[in-house]
C-alpha cells in the first residue's frame, strides 16, 4: 500500500494530499479508509507543500492611527469652578 500511495504522490508532482490520494486509490479499486492513507502518508514523510494551510495567530494591532489629542488636564480634574473641566472617556466612539 505504500508503494501505491508514493507512486500516486510522485505521478501528481507531489501536489496531492491525502484526500485525494484517498480518491485515487478508489478509482483504482483499492477500499481504504481516508485516515489510514493519512496513517501511512505521515509514516512516510510526505505531504502536500502546495496548497498546505498557513496557520497564522491572529493579530488585531494596526499601528497607530488617528492622531492622539493632548494631554492638557495632566489629571488634574479638581477645580474651585463648577462645571471647568468636563471630561469622558471617548476611545470607543468613532467620529
Same mark, same amino acid.
Given at each position: 500500500m505504500q508503494g +501505491?500511495? &508514493?507512486? +500516486?504522490f510522485k505521478e501528481n @508532482?507531489?501536489? /496531492? *494530499? $491525502?484526500?485525494r490520494i484517498? @480518491?485515487? &486509490? #478508489?478509482?483504482?479499486g483499492h477500499q481504504v479508509n481516508h485516515k489510514k492513507v493519512y496513517r501511512l502518508m !505521515? !509514516? &512516510? *514523510? +510526505?505531504?502536500c507543500i502546495k496548497f498546505s494551510h498557513k496557520t497564522r495567530? $491572529?493579530?488585531? $494591532?494596526k499601528g497607530k492611527i488617528g492622531t492622539i489629542a493632548k494631554?492638557? +488636564?495632566?489629571?488634574?480634574f #479638581?477645580? =474651585? $469652578? =463648577? /462645571?471647568? !473641566? &468636563?471630561t469622558t472617556d471617548v476611545t470607543e466612539f468613532k467620529t
Open positions: +501505491i500511495i &508514493l507512486s +500516486i @508532482d507531489e501536489n /496531492y *494530499g $491525502y484526500r484517498t @480518491d485515487e &486509490l #478508489h478509482h483504482r !505521515k !509514516k &512516510l *514523510g +510526505i505531504s495567530k $491572529y493579530r488585531s $494591532y494631554n492638557r +488636564i495632566n489629571r488634574r #479638581h477645580t =474651585p $469652578y =463648577p /462645571y471647568q !473641566k &468636563l
